[in-house]
């Protein structure tokens, strides 16, 4: 530590966080609404696991909840999680008829970038797709660089045939998550 241009010990250091400015973003698809017997839809599933954890999180003060989707933001920098889980809840989509596009990355990115935050408040995106396809790849790679330098983590949560692991398509979410601090 520097104070006044002369070097101080450093007797103590805190981590605070202060809150997190997150979104939930979903790219649809057919992959999302794969049922099981029961009839339940991959997408049921995410949503539930998704509406338990945020009723069970502790909230800062600080935080602001953002769902957007391919048809666009659903709800923005809500300070309540109550009204981002009714928003997630209150979202049907016809994941059937859906093309899974980089609309909703890029939108999320964009409100992210804008968003001025307190020291202290994390930018977080958790980023629910399809595997891209082949032609989507380079610009990809352009919002990743994007979010990287802006600071931005995303995680990613890839729903598809585990074989996109192995090529370009899957490797480019891996690096996605990877190259912004967030986990694939």
């Keep these: 530590v520097v104070e006044d241009g002369q070097d101080v010990p450093v007797l103590s250091l805190t981590q605070e966080k202060k809150g997190i400015y997150y979104t939930l973003v979903i790219n649809g698809g057919r992959d999302l609404d794969i049922r099981d017997p029961s009839g339940s839809s991959v997408f049921d599933k995410l949503r539930s696991a998704l509406v338990d954890w945020a009723v069970a999180r502790a909230f800062a003060q600080e935080d602001a909840w953002s769902l957007v989707t391919t048809e666009g933001p659903q709800s923005?920098?809500?300070p309540d999680a109550n009204d981002w889980i009714r928003a997630l809840e209150n979202y049907q989509p016809d994941f059937r008829n859906m093309v899974p596009?980089?609309?909703s990355l890029e939108t999320a990115l964009n409100m992210a970038q804008g968003r001025v935050v307190s020291f202290g408040v994390d930018k977080s995106l958790l980023y629910i797709t399809p595997?891209?396809?082949s032609e989507d790849i380079?610009?990809?790679n352009e919002l990743t660089l994007?979010?990287?330098?802006e600071g931005i983590m995303i995680n990613v949560?890839?729903?598809?045939d585990p074989y996109f692991l192995t090529n370009q398509q899957g490797q480019?979410?891996?690096?996605?998550?990877?190259?912004?601090g967030g986990e694939f």
Excluded: H, K
């Design 172 to 180: 480019a979410l891996i690096d996605l998550a990877s190259a912004t």
């Design 76 to 78: 923005t920098r809500s």
């Design 101 to 103: 596009q980089l609309t």
């Design 157 to 160: 949560w890839m729903v598809g």
């Design 138 to 140: 380079a610009t990809l």
């Design 146 to 149: 994007q979010a990287s330098q």
């Design 131 to 133: 595997p891209p396809v």
